[in-house]
């Protein structure tokens, strides 16, 4: 309740600030249809060869563990605790 | 190799020492690995799966027959806080209704009250359930349900349904899960039709069911509960959590410029699919006569459709998998594996294949660039008089 409140009180301020800004429906230069698009052809694949489009996801998401990873050893430096041979 | 040059007008070789291979694991990087596979343990004996390695939020004890009522226990474990999913009971194997084309209703209550009489009701479901031809083999339905650490829950089962049906057990094809066999109504109905699977998302659960309501547990003359008043003070309860991130998503991540980024996101997660186009190719110019001035048609979605049927077609032994259902677990387990080396690789720095293993001694500074008593050695060589 207390946490709820805080929060609230704390986005709808940020909301007042920003207010003045547009919101975004479509991605400009044709990109929202492009990645519509793709993102049809890709589930289409994805449905016809589930563990290819299983090992993608996969690999993206251990991109996303190495920026992790990269970001803290930008911040900590040799004090990130991670392997600094690999990463 | 490199360092087996050495130059023929020295006199004495230097004592060359040949690089080991790397050393592979040490003490402490065993140690952590030693610790890390308890937790992983640890975490998969309670959560019943290594990968899946959360809380999965209870367990169903036992099953037994009170009174008239067919009952499970549910016991929320003590790591988890408040937990909120969903229970659903399948009704498997061939069924035939006692009175073939009616309509009955299977009721689910989830209660902490073993009489069903009293106490907090958590929630009920019913579904209609008819009969026809004499048999029936699925029929599904679920019971949401928010639980509370240290409370026992029971679930009923209506007992007009299990009268409405009897099960010869000799003729029953059980399907792969929790199945309790064999329980017996006391009016003497057999039906081991019951199959209980419990599910319970922990992020599921914060965002959809929970409801901690202060004005409930804070009031001190009726249903006082210190323990769930504190939380209802200060957590976020699954609405509000809700109503949090709407508002959050309204106020800044739908405007310019984080919009952007959620209209990515967006479409990054869409599930329709599209056709993809066909080629048509005109034939003319270097192609033989015959083939001259033709048109084909390549039409990809055609090939990947006939595929599409094939690969998912259902297995004939009444499990209704195909052949993704049966191999994809298996593939993901080993693509979870793989992933759990290259993370601990990544952060332990250890490595479970050495390319001294594959004879590559020739970059030396590159194959034992950890190794700094070898660079040492390397450096004193490439320096000597």
């Given at each position: 309740m207390i946490t709820y409140i805080i929060l609230a009180g704390f986005i709808s301020l940020i909301g007042g600030v920003l207010a003045f800004l547009p919101v975004v429906t479509t991605l400009p230069f044709g990109i929202d249809d492009a990645l519509s698009t793709t993102m049809g052809y890709w589930n289409t694949f994805a449905n016809f060869l589930p563990p290819l489009a299983f090992l993608f996801q996969m690999t993206l998401w251990y991109l996303g563990f190495r920026v992790i990873l990269m970001g803290l050893k930008l911040i900590l430096g040799h004090r990130a605790p991670i392997s600094h041979k690999h990463v | 190799m490199g360092y087996e040059k050495t130059p023929k007008r020295v006199l004495f070789r230097p004592l060359v020492v040949k690089p080991r291979a790397t050393k592979m694991i040490s003490k402490k990087q065993l140690l952590a690995i030693v610790l890390l596979g308890l937790i992983c343990v640890t975490k998969s004996v309670h959560a019943g799966s290594l990968i899946y390695a959360?809380?999965?939020?209870?367990?169903?004890?036992n099953l037994e027959n009170e009174g008239d009522h067919l009952v499970a226990f549910v016991t929320v474990p003590q790591n988890t806080m408040l937990n909120a999913g969903s229970l659903f009971v399948f009704t498997g194997g061939q069924a035939h209704c006692v009175s073939p084309a009616t309509h009955y209703d299977l009721y689910l209550k989830l209660s902490?009250?073993?009489?069903?009489?009293?106490?907090?009701?958590v929630q009920t479901s019913t579904l209609q359930y008819t009969c026809g031809n004499g048999f029936q083999t699925n029929a599904t339905t679920s019971v949401d349900f928010q639980m509370y650490v240290g409370t026992k829950y029971y679930l009923d089962i209506n007992v007009a349904f299990a009268d409405a049906l009897s099960v010869n057990s000799a003729s029953t094809t059980m399907a792969s899960g929790w199945i309790f066999n064999n329980a017996t109504s006391t009016e003497g109905t057999n039906y081991d039709l019951y199959r209980l699977e419990g599910i319970a998302s922990s992020t599921s659960a914060l965002s959809e069911q929970q409801t901690l309501d202060v004005g409930q547990y804070c009031n001190v003359l009726s249903g006082f509960s210190p323990q769930n008043c504190v939380l209802a003070l200060f957590l976020v309860s699954g609405s509000q959590g809700g109503d949090l991130a709407s508002a959050l998503q309204n106020a800044v991540l739908t405007k310019v410029p984080f919009g952007y980024a959620t209209r990515i996101v967006s479409l990054l997660s869409t599930t329709t699919t599209a056709d993809i186009p066909s080629a048509t190719l005109h034939l003319n110019g270097n192609v033989p006569s015959a083939l001259q001035g033709t048109t084909t048609i390549m039409n990809t979605m055609d090939a990947i459709n006939g595929a599409t049927a094939i690969l998912t077609t259902q297995i004939d032994d009444g499990s209704g998998h195909n052949l993704w259902d049966v191999t994809m677990p298996y593939f993901k387990k080993i693509v979870y594996l793989l992933l759990a080396l290259l993370i601990i690789r990544d952060i332990?720095?250890?490595?479970?294949?050495?390319?001294n293993q594959f004879g590559t001694h020739g970059a030396l500074s590159d194959t034992n660039s950890g190794d700094d008593s070898y660079r040492l050695k390397e450096y004193l060589y490439n320096h000597r008089r």
């Amino acid at each position: 309740m207390i946490t709820y409140i805080i929060l609230a009180g704390f986005i709808s301020l940020i909301g007042g600030v920003l207010a003045f800004l547009p919101v975004v429906t479509t991605l400009p230069f044709g990109i929202d249809d492009a990645l519509s698009t793709t993102m049809g052809y890709w589930n289409t694949f994805a449905n016809f060869l589930p563990p290819l489009a299983f090992l993608f996801q996969m690999t993206l998401w251990y991109l996303g563990f190495r920026v992790i990873l990269m970001g803290l050893k930008l911040i900590l430096g040799h004090r990130a605790p991670i392997s600094h041979k690999h990463v | 190799m490199g360092y087996e040059k050495t130059p023929k007008r020295v006199l004495f070789r230097p004592l060359v020492v040949k690089p080991r291979a790397t050393k592979m694991i040490s003490k402490k990087q065993l140690l952590a690995i030693v610790l890390l596979g308890l937790i992983c343990v640890t975490k998969s004996v309670h959560a019943g799966s290594l990968i899946y390695a959360q809380p999965d939020g209870f367990s169903i004890l036992n099953l037994e027959n009170e009174g008239d009522h067919l009952v499970a226990f549910v016991t929320v474990p003590q790591n988890t806080m408040l937990n909120a999913g969903s229970l659903f009971v399948f009704t498997g194997g061939q069924a035939h209704c006692v009175s073939p084309a009616t309509h009955y209703d299977l009721y689910l209550k989830l209660s902490d009250d073993p009489t069903f009489t009293g106490g907090s009701e958590v929630q009920t479901s019913t579904l209609q359930y008819t009969c026809g031809n004499g048999f029936q083999t699925n029929a599904t339905t679920s019971v949401d349900f928010q639980m509370y650490v240290g409370t026992k829950y029971y679930l009923d089962i209506n007992v007009a349904f299990a009268d409405a049906l009897s099960v010869n057990s000799a003729s029953t094809t059980m399907a792969s899960g929790w199945i309790f066999n064999n329980a017996t109504s006391t009016e003497g109905t057999n039906y081991d039709l019951y199959r209980l699977e419990g599910i319970a998302s922990s992020t599921s659960a914060l965002s959809e069911q929970q409801t901690l309501d202060v004005g409930q547990y804070c009031n001190v003359l009726s249903g006082f509960s210190p323990q769930n008043c504190v939380l209802a003070l200060f957590l976020v309860s699954g609405s509000q959590g809700g109503d949090l991130a709407s508002a959050l998503q309204n106020a800044v991540l739908t405007k310019v410029p984080f919009g952007y980024a959620t209209r990515i996101v967006s479409l990054l997660s869409t599930t329709t699919t599209a056709d993809i186009p066909s080629a048509t190719l005109h034939l003319n110019g270097n192609v033989p006569s015959a083939l001259q001035g033709t048109t084909t048609i390549m039409n990809t979605m055609d090939a990947i459709n006939g595929a599409t049927a094939i690969l998912t077609t259902q297995i004939d032994d009444g499990s209704g998998h195909n052949l993704w259902d049966v191999t994809m677990p298996y593939f993901k387990k080993i693509v979870y594996l793989l992933l759990a080396l290259l993370i601990i690789r990544d952060i332990l720095g250890v490595e479970f294949i050495s390319k001294n293993q594959f004879g590559t001694h020739g970059a030396l500074s590159d194959t034992n660039s950890g190794d700094d008593s070898y660079r040492l050695k390397e450096y004193l060589y490439n320096h000597r008089r």
